[in-house]
């Protein structure tokens, strides 16, 4: 789904979540060993409406123009009407062209996607001073604080985000010593409400590549009767105040999330986020009224067997408006192994990845940040994957396994794959 590491947001209470996201994007991605300098909050604190100019810290030089392309935009990204008969197809389709789409007729109440917008706003605009009482830890994950890709970039970029694990009650104290119940009863209906929709979303996109709702529903029991109540989701927050100089400065700088698929609320007028496509580059996705984004994660492309792209995107500021962004990050359990789906897998289309559990990956994002997909690619030469997502040097039939931080090499044949209702199984 953060992020972030999605800052993008990965979040955080099973020690997948902790390890996470980003940002929004969030960012599933930053652990517990991101650089303890860039999880103080208070030393990257900036009171960004005050100023008439562009810090030289947060001068990344001139973007790319993002109408600029290698060649014709196919379409439009593709806007998916759930309760269309052939929406499960619609977004297979999405996720194999785009890695990206929106949606509509969801479920989730626009009301609640206003309040959350509210939230944010109120959140965001209180006092520096404020904020930073809930601000994140140098050991910690949620809360406030500054895009955590941060230390990836030498470059600052022009946000502030919040992140939210499991109950916001503690953090929400902090801000609104004597009027936080609000902020809290939104929230959690939110939290509920995108848990839903996210696994909503998984059964269709479970089915566009061949399970079967059988298959699915012989994952769930008595105990636990939805097939994604082991599932893992946080909440990423994210302001993109306006920018005297948004030519040379960036919200949020280009990554993937960590994640199975992230949903994304945009704030309503304004356009912030872009997608990279093959042939188009930078594109724009302007805010649907009552619409859903959603981003294939790369959870998701492990599972499709590299079918699916895990959407490389970034936030653009603006020099008059101020943009809100809300993301919600969706994974599995932090201990279930994920690995591409056996009817993905043929003599032609051999396994592209290795099985993965999310903390494990979430450790090498930390390290190696977009080039995660390529450590733990098997280098098969039937495997002719044109996946601009990886980097791909190593030797043909090896793999690459993180081991106490460091890189070893073995066979695929040392390799044991879960079956398929094991992985699936792992919803339940």
């Known amino acids: 789904l953060l992020a972030t590491p999605l800052y993008t947001v990965c979040h955080y209470l099973p020690i997948s979540l902790s390890l996470s996201l980003y940002p929004h994007s969030t960012f599933l991605y930053f652990p517990h060993t991101m650089p303890s300098r860039l999880l103080d909050a208070s030393s990257h604190s900036l009171d960004f409406y005050s100023l008439k100019e562009l810090p030289e810290s947060y001068k990344w030089g001139p973007l790319d123009d993002p109408s600029g392309s290698t060649g014709p935009v196919p379409a439009p990204v593709p806007i998916i009407d759930l309760d269309e ?7 297979g389709h999405a996720c ?18 206003d309040d959350m917008e509210g939230n944010s706003k109120s959140l965001f605009e209180l006092p520096t001073r404020q904020k930073l009482k809930a601000a994140r830890l140098h050991d910690g994950v949620a809360g406030y604080g500054p895009a955590r890709i941060s230390a990836f970039f030498p470059k600052r970029m022009w946000s502030e985000g919040f992140t939210i694990l499991g109950s916001p009650l503690e953090h929400a104290r902090q801000l609104w010593p004597n009027d936080y119940r609000k902020f809290c009863d939104i929230i959690e209906e939110y939290q509920k409400e995108m848990s839903i929709l996210a696994g909503k979303l998984m059964w269709l996109i479970l089915g566009s590549f061949g399970a079967s709702n059988q298959d699915v529903k012989r994952a769930s029991s008595q105990k636990r009767p939805g097939p994604f109540k082991g599932s893992n989701g946080a909440i990423q927050l994210n302001s993109y105040p306006a920018c005297p100089d948004p030519g040379q400065a960036m919200g949020l700088a280009a990554h993937t999330d960590s994640t199975f698929l992230t949903v994304l609320h945009q704030s309503g007028g304004t356009s912030g986020l872009q997608v990279h496509h093959d042939r188009a580059g930078w594109v ?3 805010p649907l009224p009552g619409g859903l984004v959603i981003n294939v994660g790369d959870l998701l492309q492990i599972l499709s067997n590299g079918q699916y792209r895990s959407v490389y995107h970034r936030a653009v500021v603006n020099r008059t408006r101020h943009r809100l962004s809300i993301a919600y990050l969706y994974g599995p359990g932090s201990r279930v192994r ?16 290795r099985p993965v559990t999310w903390s494990e990956y979430l450790d090498i994002k930390a390290k190696y940040f977009n080039k995660a997909l390529s450590v733990i690619r098997l280098n098969n030469d039937k495997n002719n994957d044109n996946n601009n997502n990886e980097n791909n040097n190593d030797n043909n039939n090896k793999l690459n396994i993180m081991i106490n931080g460091s890189i070893r090499v073995a066979t695929p044949k040392s390799i044991k794959f879960d079956s398929d209702a094991k992985i699936l199984a792992a919803f339940a």
């Open 338 to 353: 994920v690995r591409p789906i056996s009817k993905l897998v043929t003599t032609g289309h051999p396994p592209l990845y």
């Open 96 to 113: 194999k062209s785009w890695g990206v789409f929106q949606v509509t007729n969801h479920g989730v109440p626009k009301r609640l996607l």
């Open 284 to 286: 724009m996705v302007p």
């Open 85 to 91: 008969p052939n929406a499960r197809e619609l977004i």
